[in-house]
């Protein structure tokens, strides 16, 4: 079932601040959402219910919520919907709450992987969760939409169950898991569900409704494209490719790897087949194609839904759910994605081929945002995925669907890819005349290669987007700069990143802007040896900015660089890559980007002892930290006894100079991460005679 293009990758999911989010008291009436109670559901005159949501996230009927525009999709297709959000998971009592629907029960673990939402990378529990009223964490069980669909089993034995949402999806075949280090079965098998609907099942769910309400069987269901289905006989499954049984991939990680890559190969709606995965005692469990993407004019009828755009009211009083602040005032502008990053899921969720929403519809959506009594002119995103995309990568994607032997983007982009984004500046343009729009950011994911892939001389996107869409920062995402791990990552070569960097610094320039580029950056990525964590150390060191959190690569379920993490293959060539999978590596590498936080010195040294960089250890400006562990005055910019003023000025580490022998603080190269501010524990060099600042522009 659908959902907002996603969190689903490598970094931990942005969050909202804890506690309340910043929003009026929702004026609307429980009448305005779907039943969520049996007295609900009486005031409409419904008896029985066709289906029954269950999700682990709470009720929020905003189009980037994914219960919300499933339910109003069957809603607006004559379906009678009730909705149960975050139910007890140890009483049968709380999914029976409209008793037994006519047609099924839907299941979803909400917007987000129930162990993402609940675990860091380090496998540390979370504490808060935005998508619960409150922000209050510990309101859904791990694995979700797999305790959920066995609660409801338990009490309605034959009702039929389907499972949706990012949590499904990714895990509908068999998948590693990071946090129990092993490989599942599919999500199919261990839930006692009938059915998947897999990626944005806006036409899978109707089909599956019609088919219900026609009078099939849920047994019968085994021609819905965009749907997994388990069946004891293959006599009627035709056209397919069998992966490796179980007992293969669960034994033999190369066997895995190649299941893996078949499963990528299928993931385009027009060439990818019917999977098979043969399972012990003569269960198999069939993936059909994925559905085809929506048209523009469907994408624009399901944003035009009535949805009450806000939490349901009865979370007032815990002061309503964060993750709405996020995205209430932002536009989805498209859906999938021709990047392709090794670490992100959407390839597997949405597809390559992207789908934009008309500038007639996200008008309309955004003449409505300005209606509401919390908009102060500010529209904070227009984007999806990737912001800068709003159609197919090339003319053939739409007939014969993308290439399976060739990415568009990557390290080199495709000749056949058309990069031209004359219709997003268009309607950034539309969006900022509106009357009542102050500000129009574009804050999801810019792909800056495709930007420089963008043939007009003048780069008119480019400087649109300084001129009038960035405030202060433009987040980016090179996630690296060694180009052996931007290779893995699926990502192109450092040069790039520089020559955008030098873009925008010269329009900052011609504009009189002071604006600088943050990067994301990330440790620990398949492919990263000490080696490449010391090259982006260098980097760091060179960029004159220390970044305050740093986000290790989170292995999730169903992406390339989490099949590397398990098997050490890359399974689009089978060629061995190095993996750093022990805690302690990890925190060597990550620490190496943190070289300027006191608390990480012996792990600093230790990695530059270990790969033989102890030239990166001593009191040159070049030198990462000092041949001794400094004392905390040190760290802050105290000069230790008898080194004299310029170790006063360098503190524990040294300014450091670009290949040129410049101090690279001169480039905009930005913070990294989620931070903007330097590490305490350590003064970064002067950049335009600010105190721990940075360069904004030359």
């Not at 429980?30 to 949501?53: C, N």
């Not at 996020?326 to 597809?351: I, M, N, W």
Request: net charge positive; aromatic share 8%; proline share 7%.
């Amino acid at each position: 079932m659908s959902k907002k293009p996603a969190p689903q990758s490598h970094r931990s999911p942005k969050r909202p601040e804890r506690g309340a989010p910043k929003n009026t008291r929702p004026s609307l009436p429980a009448s305005a959402f779907l039943p969520t109670t049996r007295a609900e559901a009486d005031a409409r005159g419904w008896g029985q219910l066709d289906f029954v949501y269950v999700s682990g996230d709470a009720y929020v009927d905003h189009p980037s919520f994914g219960s919300a525009i499933i339910t109003r999709v069957l809603e607006s297709h004559g379906y009678k919907v009730g909705f149960i959000a975050q139910p007890d998971w140890n009483d049968p009592e709380s999914v029976a709450v409209f008793g037994e629907p006519r047609l099924g029960f839907l299941v979803s673990a909400g917007n987000m992987d129930s162990m993402v939402n609940h675990y860091t990378v380090n496998k540390k529990r979370r504490r808060d969760d935005a998508y619960t009223p409150g922000g209050k964490g510990g309101a859904r069980p791990n694995h979700a939409a797999v305790v959920y669909s066995n609660l409801i089993r338990r009490t309605f034995k034959e009702t039929p169950i389907i499972l949706g949402g990012i949590e499904a999806s990714l895990r509908r075949l068999a998948h590693y898991d990071y946090w129990s280090d092993s490989l599942k079965r599919s999500i199919l098998l261990d839930s006692g569900a009938d059915l998947i609907s897999y990626g944005m099942g806006e036409r899978s769910i109707v089909e599956i409704a019609d088919a219900l309400a026609a009078g099939l069987s849920v047994s019968d269901l085994t021609f819905i494209d965009g749907t997994v289905f388990r069946t004891r006989s293959l006599e009627h499954v035709v056209d397919y490719e069998m992966l490796p049984r179980w007992e293969e991939v669960s034994g033999d990680k190369r066997a895995f790897a190649e299941s893996f890559a078949a499963q990528y190969r299928a993931s385009d709606p027009v060439t990818g087949a019917r999977l098979v995965e043969a399972y012990p005692h003569g269960v198999y469990v069939v993936q059909n194609p994925p559905a085809a993407p929506l048209t523009q004019n469907e994408m624009d009828a399901v944003y035009r839904l009535p949805y009450a755009r806000t939490w349901h009211p009865s979370y007032d009083e815990a002061g309503g759910v964060p993750a709405l602040s996020e995205v209430k005032f932002s536009l989805t502008s498209c859906r999938g994605c021709f990047g392709e990053c090794a670490f992100c899921a959407l390839t597997f969720h949405q597809g390559r081929i992207v789908t934009g929403r008309s500038h007639e519809s996200l008008l309309e959506e955004a003449r409505v945002m300005t209606q509401d009594a919390d908009f102060k002119g500010y529209i904070h995103d227009v984007g999806g995925p990737t912001a800068n995309f709003r159609g197919p990568a090339c003319a053939k994607q739409r007939t014969r669907g993308a290439c399976t032997d060739r990415r568009c983007l990557g390290t080199k982009p495709c000749p056949a890819m058309k990069a031209d984004h004359r219709d997003y500046t268009g309607l950034l343009r539309k969006l900022r005349k509106l009357p009542g729009v102050k500000k129009v950011f574009v804050r999801s994911g810019i792909r800056f290669d495709y930007v420089m892939a963008d043939p007009d001389p003048d780069r008119t996107f480019l400087r649109e987007l300084v001129e009038h869409h960035v405030s202060g920062q433009l987040r980016v995402a090179p996630e690296h700069v060694s180009d052996t791990v931007l290779a893995a990552m699926g990502k192109p070569p450092r040069a790039v990143y520089d020559a955008f960097c030098d873009a925008f610094e010269e329009i900052n320039r011609e504009t009189g802007k002071k604006q600088f580029v943050v990067p994301y950056l990330m440790s620990s990525h398949p492919g990263s040896t000490l080696a490449e964590a010391i090259e982006l150390a260098e980097y760091v060191r060179d960029m004159g900015f220390n970044p305050e959190q740093v986000q290790d690569f989170y292995p999730t379920p169903s992406t390339i660089s989490t099949c590397m993490y398990y098997t050490g293959l890359d399974p689009l060539t089978m060629e061995p890559i190095y993996v750093p999978r022990t805690p302690h590596e990890k925190a060597l590498q990550r620490a190496l980007i943190q070289y300027r936080n006191l608390a990480n010195y012996d792990l600093v040294r230790e990695a530059l002892v270990k790969a033989g960089r102890t030239d990166l250890i001593g009191w040159d400006e070049q030198c990462l930290i000092r041949p001794k562990r400094p004392k905390k005055r040190d760290a802050d910019g105290g000069a230790p006894k008898g080194k004299g003023r310029g170790a006063k000025e360098r503190g524990s580490f040294g300014k450091g100079k670009n290949a040129k022998g410049r101090v690279s603080s001169e480039r905009s190269r930005g913070a990294v991460g989620a931070a903007s501010k330097p590490q305490r524990a350590g003064k970064p060099p002067k950049a335009n005679g600010r105190k721990g600042g940075i360069r904004k522009g030359r």
